[in-house]
């Protein structure tokens, strides 16, 4: 299958600052890229939609001033945890669509990053 | 709200048994159907997708779609220790792709 990477896998931070996450499709294009996040023992929470040169959707409740995403070329879309704090602890998950897929939508999957912030 | 739901567990089988796994969503118009294994610390793996009512096979796994009743499941048969990890469904509930997973349900294949 396609692969997506991410980088860093693990980060720990001090509270206040700002910390970036890159999503990378390696093996194809994603006009579209999906980030996510999930507490311990809890599901994933979609967070918001990225399109390739346009500004992210956000779902109801993410603050966009907090979490900046940008999407600016087909294989590469960061988020970034602006004046991070203990509560933005988690892992973060981004997923790709080939942009040469079908109707069916299946996404793929980075490996994840595990945020910690002290 | 566009909800899917699953029994959080743990679902206890023995090695060898079938483990059975049931998801059920709240939006009637989805069309695509996912199930991705998790294992702790890790990102989720696709496992099987299903778009049509009725029965998909793939190995050990076979994935069950009922679309009137707003339910769709996955067979484990001959499970293994290996396949012990947290099962999320998920639906693609739109045009835009994105997917509303459920909260997951863990298996735990006893040896």
């Known amino acids: 299958g396609a692969v997506v990477s991410q980088h860093p896998s693990r980060v720990i931070c001090k509270s206040g600052t700002s910390v970036k996450i890159e999503c990378r499709s390696l093996d194809f294009q994603a006009t579209t890229m999906f980030w996510y996040r999930q507490f311990p023992k809890q599901s994933l929470m979609l967070m918001a939609t990225s399109n390739e040169g346009s500004k992210a959707t956000y779902e109801q409740g993410v603050e966009k001033d907090k979490f900046l995403i940008n999407h600016a070329s087909l294989t590469l879309s960061t988020l970034t945890v602006t004046s991070a704090h203990p509560e933005d602890s988690s892992f973060y998950i981004c997923s790709a669509r080939d942009k040469t897929g079908g109707p069916t939508g299946e996404l793929f999957f980075g490996e994840g990053s595990r945020l910690t912030v002290l | 709200q566009k909800e899917v739901e699953q029994n959080s567990g743990p679902l206890s089988v023995p090695e060898g048994a079938i483990a059975s796994l049931n998801c059920t969503y709240s939006d009637r118009v989805s069309q695509s159907f996912f199930w991705y294994r998790q294992y702790s610390g890790k990102s989720p793996e696709l496992i099987m997708s299903i778009y049509s009512n009725g029965d998909k096979e793939d190995g050990r796994f076979t994935a069950q779609l009922n679309k009137a009743s707003q339910y769709v499941s996955l067979l484990i048969r001959d499970s293994q220790p290996s396949d012990s990890a947290t099962y999320l469904c998920?639906?693609?509930?739109?045009?835009?792709?994105?997917?509303?997973f459920g909260s997951g349900t863990r298996l735990l294949v006893r040896p």
């Open positions: 998920a639906v693609r509930v739109d045009s835009s792709y994105k997917l509303i």
